[in-house]
Nanobody, 130 residues
Framework: QVQLVESGGGLVQAGGSLRLSCAASGRAFRWYIMGWFRQAPGKEREFVAAITWSGDRTYYADAVKGRFTISRDNAKNTVYLQMNSLKPEDTAVYYC???????????????????????WGQGTQVTVSS
């Protein structure tokens, strides 16, 4: 009924760039908070980036700060993740997530995949070769 569909993943060499897209459809057309997480084999889901509905606030994991940029186009109901200067350590399945929360009192919740988000996409594979 609600769906998030990621696209844009693929294989890229270290130092290259990719742009991931997440298109939302279904009942929820206004998701106030949207984020990106990633999960490498054998590891827990890791927060990557998040953005509020207006784009007034953005949050980034230290590992990607300065290299990745999250943005959104509410008219298209789409969130993007521009990934530059990719490293082999960025290799993972990347998941789009959405929350119906307007905001959080603590920035911690933007990074919490369990408490912070309500909907998830199926993921898109990003592989960065060395």
């Amino acid at each position: 009924q609600v769906q998030l569909v990621e696209s844009g993943g693929g294989l890229v060499q270290a130092g290259g760039s990719l742009r991931l897209s997440c298109a939302a459809s279904g009942r929820a057309f206004r998701w106030y908070i949207m984020g990106w997480f990633r999960q490498a084999p054998g590891k827990e889901r890791e927060f990557v980036a998040a953005i509020t509905w207006s784009g007034d606030r953005t949050y980034y994991a230290d590992a990607v700060k300065g290299r990745f940029t999250i943005s959104r186009d509410n008219a298209k109901n789409t969130v993007y993740l521009q990934m530059n200067s990719l490293k082999p350590e960025d290799t993972a399945v990347y998941y789009c997530a959405a929350s119906e929360h307007l905001g959080y009192s603590s920035s911690y919740y933007y990074t919490d995949p369990i408490r912070g988000y309500d909907y998830w996409g199926q993921g898109t594979q990003v592989t960065v070769s060395s």
